[in-house]
């Protein structure tokens, strides 16, 4: 894939407020795409397939993988993950900067084969208020909320590996600040 240094990588740990942050970034700058990931989670109230996540049952997202089709995937808290590369391919293509919000183990390998993209890594302003963001979503069972924070404490722990780690104290504020680092680092203009 050419023009890499148009791939920005956004990540953190679950409940951090990554699809929040993008969605703010998305309004404020119609230059970025947001990729949309394939998954084997159920989907949340609202969310729809191709528009939210690719929905996909395991045998599908699993022959995806030995077609090697995916940019990433990883499995996390029981489901797989990837970001299909025929998308995010397309829209590099036609100009536009991609924007992947992916799960940490996803990022670290996106990095490791395109070290010119921009990482993001998105911190809470505490473990009690990430405690608190998890479980007000009241999706998931106590089991599934405990190997999220579990989770989380081993991705805070690898912050450090990306170009940037930023504290996601106010939406707006964090949002310009990631527009503010894609366009002074010239990853949109590549």
Do not use: C
């Not at 590099?92 to 996106?110: R, S, Y």
């Amino acid at each position: 894939m050419k023009n890499h240094k148009k791939l920005i990588i956004l990540t953190g740990p679950s409940g951090v407020g990554k699809g929040t942050v993008v969605k703010e970034i998305l309004n404020n700058d119609r230059n970025i795409w947001l990729s949309i990931s394939a998954t084997t989670r159920e989907p949340r109230e609202g969310e729809k397939s191709g528009e939210n996540y690719y929905f996909l049952n395991q045998e599908k997202f699993k022959e995806m993988i030995e077609k090697n089709l995916f940019l990433e995937w990883a499995q996390f808290a029981g489901n797989y993950y990837g970001t299909p590369f025929y998308s995010v391919n397309e829209k590099i293509k036609k100009g536009f900067t991609v924007l992947l919000e992916i799960e940490v183990e996803g990022a670290k390998q996106i990095k490791e084969k395109f070290p010119e993209s921009l990482s993001i890594f998105l911190l809470p302003p505490n473990k009690e208020e990430l405690e608190r963001r998890i479980r007000n979503r009241a999706t998931e069972s106590e089991e599934a909320i405990k190997k999220r924070l579990l989770r989380a404490n081993y991705e805070i722990s690898v912050s450090n590996q990306f170009d940037y780690a930023l504290i996601n104290h106010n939406v707006d504020e964090t949002a310009m600040r990631i527009i503010k680092l894609i366009k002074t680092t010239n990853y949109s203009q590549a």
